[in-house]
């Protein structure tokens, strides 16, 4: 199946071949695009990227070789977006707990009701897009505070904090009148009218942004 | 006068007296009886050159040579008047069995002869009779012989068509006597008086040539391929013989055959062996009824009561006492039978019971094996039922949806098909697994029962070590003749075993097994690495209920040490070198002793 770029895809990933076919076709049916994957080392020799519309990872915990939890921490390590939902099989519950600590997203202990498999793959796709929606906020912001020099990007995080003119002058030891250019600037290049709306900015670019 | 007769006379007789009893020590004289059947004349020239070089080899003797016929040397014998005889082998098959005469020596024709091939028939007929080509072809015609007494010259050759179906007795063909000699049977021959003759082995030969015959003026019927020196219608029958009458003493037998066996051929070429087997002579004239077996021919009750009332009577009193013994044999058999029947039926159902109580054994080992596995074995199932219930969600959700396309259909429905076939797979494996069953032995390569074992493990619980099997080339190929199931059973518990070492020890090894050859039986070696047992706990493995584990029943190893002795083997455990571990070692008989497949029911 060629994977269509504005749908959610959904990648199974379990070396049952009977099994791995089931869920695709359950997911199909209510209308999910799913890929199969024999196993993690598959997956990563496919590397795919992430679709603007969303997606997951359907993940057995157990599988020859590169377990689940293996490739969970390798797309971590990656910077992959995707959440991921495990399956486990009988007396896996020590694994699934550690793989929940691993920031899985959830699991499903096998063998699963449809529905509960359905539901957790719907918001997973969820969670997906608003991981997604949240990076881009962030991109667009860094984008924003990049146009600014590095004197202002300083008289705009000191002005986000709520000091006044005078007080950003005394702390970076120049003139209220040149704190006065630097915050026109800033309002000007930012689009922003007031402190507050700058903070907002700065915290969207970097959540850690004004410690 | 008196005293001078009395004083001259006595001496003289005393001397004589004396003589007398000189000579009588030993005795001089040897007298020999030939049979003359060509008459006196022919026979003083044809046995005088023997009579001569025998005197030459038995110095001191006086041969005193004398001819007969049939009767009239049965007659001199009977008399004691002969101490040696030499005649036809027909002639002296008879004598031995009436005068008890013993062969002493066989005439052979020249020294390539086997004396047990001497003497034969060639029947004859004018090359230019071509209506006559064979034995069977004289049917209805005359054949020419020279007397019915004549062994070679026509006892053979009757023998031989009574063999293929003709008999001359009745007419068939009908016998024309000439006499002696045999030359007569030639001339009838030749000149249409008789439409074939018997001439003895050899005879035409010589006629041929010393030109009295042309070659190829007469023909031989059927002549024989297996006889080379002369063309001959029959088998060739032992030479004449030369025998010892009852009384001869045995001393003067051995320097007679001496004699006889040192002598150099004669003008004909004929000379004296050991004695043949005349056996074949006592055969041919049985069949033909005449000689010794002539009263064959008296079939006249009267005169058979006679002759052998004794022995009717001797056998009659046997067959009623045979009878009377079989009765009571019978009998004894009867009882003692119903006896055994009763001891083999009380021992098969004490066997029976003992097989019932050992299956029983087996069946709950092998149901503790499942329950320890059987958290595993749920998953193995789970697997296809989950994928069956998928499926079978999805058509429902696709046709609520109404997107249920006819090849999606299709292929759901066979996903949900084949997962079924799985799960019933796997079923059928626990269920021939846990039930009883009957005893099987067959022939199976030892080396993939313990890889099957191997797999069977790997499937049934996640994380068990490898099993790693080794093998050399030297025990690669003999088979084992064992119940497959058992031992996979006996190795299955092995490796639990192995396991549950290991995972205490914390480690994770393969498992390995070793195949090897024990004298007639095939070693098997399962080694594990795990912590090992003291020697006392050891010993103690085998027994029933005797466990380390904190869940464990006790009975595997016992059953397993059941299994392996039902094979006929032993096991045992030894401490792993280099430890530690445990060594755990049983045999298992090879195929090729064992009979072909067999099935025991129980």
């Not at chain 1, 797309?75 to 977006?81: K, P």
């Not at chain 1, 359905?118 to 881009?136: C, G, T, Y």
């Not at chain 1, 904090?161 to 005078?166: F, S």
């Not at chain 2, 293929?164 to 063909?173: A, D, R, T, V």
Request: glycine fraction near 8%; charge should be negative.
């Amino acid at each position: 199946m060629t994977a269509s770029p504005d749908m959610p895809v959904i990648h199974v990933v379990d070396d049952e071949a009977p099994f791995r076919r089931s869920l695709l076709f359950l997911l199909e049916s209510v209308g999910w695009q799913a890929v199969g994957h024999e196993s993690a080392e598959a997956f990563l020799a496919v590397a795919p990227a992430f679709p603007a519309a969303g997606g997951c990872i359907v993940l057995d915990i157990r599988m020859p070789r590169v377990s689940g939890l293996e490739l969970q921490r390798r797309l971590q390590a990656a910077g992959s977006s995707f959440p991921v939902i495990f399956m486990t099989g009988h007396g896996d519950v020590e694994l699934a707990v550690q793989a929940m600590k691993d920031g899985a997203l959830d699991f499903l202990q096998k063998p699963f009701k449809d529905q509960l498999f359905l539901d957790a793959v719907e918001r997973a796709v969820q969670v997906s897009l608003e991981r997604h929606a949240s990076q881009r906020r962030q991109g667009e912001a860094q984008d924003i505070l990049a146009r600014l020099s590095a004197r202002e990007r300083e008289v705009a995080r000191l002005l986000a904090l709520g000091l006044a003119n005078k007080e950003v002058a005394r702390l970076l030891g120049i003139s209220d009148n040149t704190v006065h250019v630097h915050r026109q600037h800033v309002m000007e290049k930012t689009a922003t009218g007031s402190a507050a709306d700058l903070a907002r900015l700065i915290l969207r670019a970097d959540p850690r942004g004004l410690d | 006068m008196k005293s001078l007769f009395r004083f001259l006379v006595a001496p003289l007789l005393m001397a004589l007296f004396a003589l007398a009893a000189w000579s009588a020590e030993p005795p001089r004289q040897v007298r020999i009886g030939v049979l003359a059947w060509q008459g006196a004349e022919e026979a003083q020239v044809r046995w005088s050159a023997l009579m001569d070089q025998l005197e030459d080899k038995l110095p001191g003797r006086d041969l005193v040579l004398r001819h007969f016929d049939l009767d009239g040397m049965a007659a001199a014998l009977q008399a004691g008047e002969l101490d040696f005889v030499v005649t036809n082998p027909g002639h002296y098959v008879f004598l031995e069995a009436g005068s008890g005469v013993s062969r002493i020596a066989t005439l052979i024709a020249d020294a390539s002869t086997d004396p047990a091939h001497v003497v034969g028939s060639a029947v004859v007929v004018l090359d230019e009779r071509r209506d006559i080509r064979a034995l069977a072809d004289l049917k209805g015609r005359t054949l020419a012989a020279v007397s019915q007494d004549a062994f070679g010259g026509y006892q053979v050759a009757w023998a031989e068509l009574r063999r293929i179906g003709l008999n001359p007795e009745q007419g068939q063909p009908q016998p024309v006597f000439t006499d002696f000699p045999m030359s007569r049977v030639v001339e009838a021959v030749l000149n249409g008086d008789a439409d074939a003759g018997v001439l003895r082995a050899c005879l035409l030969e010589r006629l041929e040539q010393d030109g009295t015959l042309r070659p190829g003026q007469l023909r031989v019927l059927s002549p024989r391929a297996d006889v080379r020196h002369c063309r001959v219608s029959a088998p060739l029958y032992p030479g004449w013989a030369f025998a010892a009458a009852p009384g001869t003493p045995p001393a003067l037998s051995r320097d007679v055959l001496v004699a006889l066996l040192s002598l150099s051929p004669d003008a004909a070429g004929q000379s004296w062996s050991v004695p043949a087997d005349y056996h074949p002579v006592h055969e041919l004239l049985q069949d033909l009824q005449i000689g010794p077996y002539a009263f064959l021919r008296e079939t006249a009750w009267p005169s058979l009561w006679e002759r052998y009332w004794p022995w009717v009577s001797g056998l009659v009193l046997m067959l009623l006492a045979w009878g009377a013994y079989t009765l009571h044999v019978e009998h004894l058999v009867q009882r003692r039978t119903g006896e055994l029947t009763a001891a083999m039926d009380a021992g098969q159902r004490l066997e029976a019971q003992l097989r019932e109580g050992q299956q029983q054994m087996d069946h709950l080992s092998r149901l503790s094996i499942l329950g320890e596995l059987s958290g595993t074995l749920a998953h193995e199932l789970n697997q296809p039922l989950a994928a069956i219930g998928n499926y079978a969600r999805s058509l429902l959700r696709r046709q609520d949806s109404g997107t249920l396309a006819p090849a999606a259909l299709r292929q759901a429905a066979e996903e949900i098909a084949s997962e079924s076939e799985r799960a019933a797979g796997i079923l059928g494996g626990i269920r021939a697994f846990a039930r009883k069953r009957d005893r099987v032995r067959e022939a199976h390569d030892p080396a993939s029962l313990v890889r099957e074992a191997g797999r069977l493990f790997a499937g049934m619980l996640p994380g068990v070590p490898a099993v790693a099997v080794h093998q050399n080339a030297e025990t690669a190929g003999p088979k084992v003749w064992v119940d497959p199931l058992q031992v996979q059973q006996v190795l299955l518990n092995l490796f639990k075993n192995a396991w549950d070492a290991q995972q205490a020890a914390g480690c994770d090894a393969p498992i390995e097994v070793s195949l090897g050859r024990d004298g007639e039986r095939c070693a098997l070696e399962v080694r594990d690495h795990g912590p090992g047992l003291p020697p006392d706990e050891r010993e103690r493995l085998f027994e029933a209920f005797f466990t380390t584990k904190p869940d464990g029943l006790g009975l595997g190893l016992s059953i397993c040490k059941t299994i392996v002795e039902a094979h006929g083997g032993d096991i045992t455990v030894t401490a792993a070198e280099p430890g530690p571990g445990l060594v755990f070692r049983f045999t298992l008989p090879l195929a090729d002793e064992a009979p072909a497949d067999s099935r025991e029911n129980s």
